[in-house]
C-alpha cells in the first residue's frame, strides 16, 4: 500500500442523493436560444447531470426540460410572425421554434433525457393531465381562491389584451426592468394591474381601459412563515447560493408602499381612512413608506392613491399567486364552479411541468409512470433545479409553497422540513446573469444576444462550455465577451473565450499524445501497468475530493480551477520524467513515468467527463475501455486495479491526432 503523502482526507465527503431529478429552465416558443440559455443555464445544468450520472449511476438521474409553448408571448410572437409571412397555425409556429432549440441543444452536447414541448405530442398529452389534476388537487383541498380583477381591455381593437399586449414601467420600488407588462415585468416582478405606470396597448397604441374578470388564485400570502422557516433552514446549507436565499427574504417582507415626498399632504388627508398602518420617514430620500399588516389592506390604499393621481411604487411581497387566465392559447383549466373557457397562466404550469416531462419520459421507455414518485417524493432523492436569478420567485416561493400545500390538509400540519412521501423541496441553483460585452442582453431589449447557434461559427462546443463553466455565474453577474463579436477588440488581443478550452486542445492534448506515442514506440501499444508513485496517487487523491466537494457545491467555476492545476501539474511531471528517462534510457524510469501520468489521464478524464463529454469520450475510446472508466466506483482505482492483468493494448493513435479540437477559424491566426 502506498502512503497518501499530502493528501486530502476522505472524511466528511458530501453525501448524494440515491436519485435525482435535473431541470433546467424552459424556453419560450417564440424564439431560438441566445447565448444566455445555454451558457447561463443548460450547460451547468448539463455538466451536474453528467456528474451525478457518474457518481450515483445513470439509471438513477433524469434530466428533463422542454419548450414552453403556451402564454402571451407566444400568441404575440405568432401574431407578428403572421403579420410578417409566416403561414401555418400557432402549433406550427411553435413547433418551428422547439426544433430548432432541440438542435441547438444537441449541438451543445447537453445531455437531455427529454426536451419536450408542453403543448406538441405525448408530452402535451402528460402535461394536460397533470395541470388538470394539480388545480383540482389544490382546490379540494381549499388552497384556491376565486378573485374578480380588472384586465386591460382595448377599446379601439375590441379585445381583451393578454399580458405582453400592454406595456409600461414596473411600479416595484427599485426595479430596473426595460419593460412592464400587464401583471408583471420581464425580471419577474409581480403587481396588481391597475398600478402599471402609463399603459399602452402594443395592438393599436392606445392607453387600454380596465374591465373586470375572474380567475382562480392560490394562497400565497398564507405561506409567509412556513417560507422563512424554509429559508432560515436553505441559510444553513453549503449547496444554496446566497443570492437565492437574499431573493426569497426580500419577497417575506411587510406589505409596503413608497410614496413620493411631493405627495405628503394627499398622504396626510387620506390616511385616516386608510386601515391601520405606520408610516416611515428617511432623511434624504426622495420618498416615504407606509407599511401595512395584510396585503389587502394596502391594495385598498393603492386604489385610494390611483384616484388621486398620487405617484407610488409597491414594495415586494407575497400576493396571490394567479392560476388561470383569459388567453385562448393555452393549456385547458379544469371548470370549478361553473367559471368555463379559463386556460392556465403560463408560469403555474411551467412549475410542475418537469413532473409532466418526467412521466412522459418514463412512459417513452416503458417504464411504470408511477415510477416518478420515487424521482420527486421519495426522501432520499434530490431535485435540482438550474434556473437564472430573474426566476427565483417563481421556483423559490410559488412552487415551494404549491409543494408544501399537497404535505396535509391544513396549514397546521405542514413543515418544509417534512417531507412525509410528498413533493420535496427543489435544490436551486440559480445562476447570477451572464452579460454581453458588460452589458444585460434581451431580445427585447436594446442589446440583442448573440445567438446560441451563431457562436458555434466561431468556437467548439466544449470550449464554450469550459469558458461559461469558469465565470462564476454562480456569485456574480460576468460579462461574455467574444472577441469575434466585440467591435472594440484589437487584432493583437488574445480571445478571453478560448483559454479554458486551450488548457484542453494546448496541454491536455499534448500530455495524452505524448503517452500513446511512447507507448507505441517503446512497447508496440501495451500499456505499462503496475503501481503508481506514492506522490502522484496523493495528487490524485486530492484532485478528486477537492472536486467532489466543490461539485456539490455547485461551485463550477472553483471545479475548472482543480482541473487546470491538476491537468497543468500532470503536464510538468510528465515532461520532467519523460525527459530524464529519455536522457537515461532507463526502461524502469520510461515505465514509471508511463503508468503515473497514465493515471493523472485517467483522473482528469473521469472529472472532465461531464465537462467535456466528446473529448474524454474519445480517450476511453482510444484507451480501449468500457463506460465503467465513468463511475465513481472506480475513483481512486489506478488502471492496474481496473485491467487485472498485463497486455491491455491501446487503440493505434496516428501522428497529430487531437482529443480536444480547436474550431477551425482559430487557425488561421496561428
Known sequence: MYKKKNAVSRDNRPEFPKRAIITGGMPYGNKTLHFGHVGGVFVFADVYARFLRDRIGKENVIFVSGTDCYGSPIAEGYRKASEQGFEGTIRDYVKRNHDAQKKTLEDYDISLDLFGASGLGETAEWHNKVSDAFIRKLYEMGH????????????????????????????????????????????????NPVNLIDPKSTITGETPVMKDVVNWYFKLPDYNALLKEMVEGMEKQDNVRPVVTKTIKEFLETPVIYIMNDFMDVYKELAPKMAEHKLIEEPKKTSFTIAFKELSERDEACRMLNERHVRFREGKTLVPFRLTGNIEWGVPAPELEGEKGLTVWVWPESLWAPISFTIAYLASQGRDTEEWRKFWCDPEAKVYQFIGQDNIYFYGIAEPAMWMSFQGESLDEMSPSETKGHLTMPVLVANHHILFLDKKASSSGSVKPPMAAEL??????EQLRMHWLGLGLGMRSVSFQPKPLNPAAKEEDS?????????????????????????????????PLGAVSEDIMAESEKAVLEYERFMYKTEFHQVTYVLDSYIRKASKYMSKAKNEADKSDDDAARR??????FHMIKTAAVLLHPLAPRGTEMIREYMELDETLWSWDNIFSTLADVLHEDGHKLKFLEPKVDFFKRHPSQFKAD
Open 456 to 461: 458555434l461559427d466561431y468556437y467548439t462546443a
Open 592 to 597: 514509471q513515468y508511463l503508468i503515473d501520468t
Open 495 to 527: 480571445d478571453p473565450v478560448t483559454k479554458e478550452g486551450f488548457l484542453l486542445s494546448n496541454v491536455f492534448n499534448r500530455v495524452i499524445r505524448t503517452c500513446f506515442y511512447d507507448v507505441q514506440k517503446y512497447y508496440d501499444g501495451v500499456m
Open 144 to 191: 384556491l381562491k376565486k378573485i374578480s380583477t380588472a384586465q386591460f381591455y382595448d377599446e379601439k381593437a375590441q379585445m381583451f389584451l393578454n399580458g405582453r399586449q400592454v406595456v409600461g414601467k414596473c411600479p416595484v420600488q427599485g426595479c430596473q426592468s426595460e419593460k412592464g407588462y400587464a401583471d408583471e415585468c420581464d425580471l419577474g416582478h409581480q403587481y
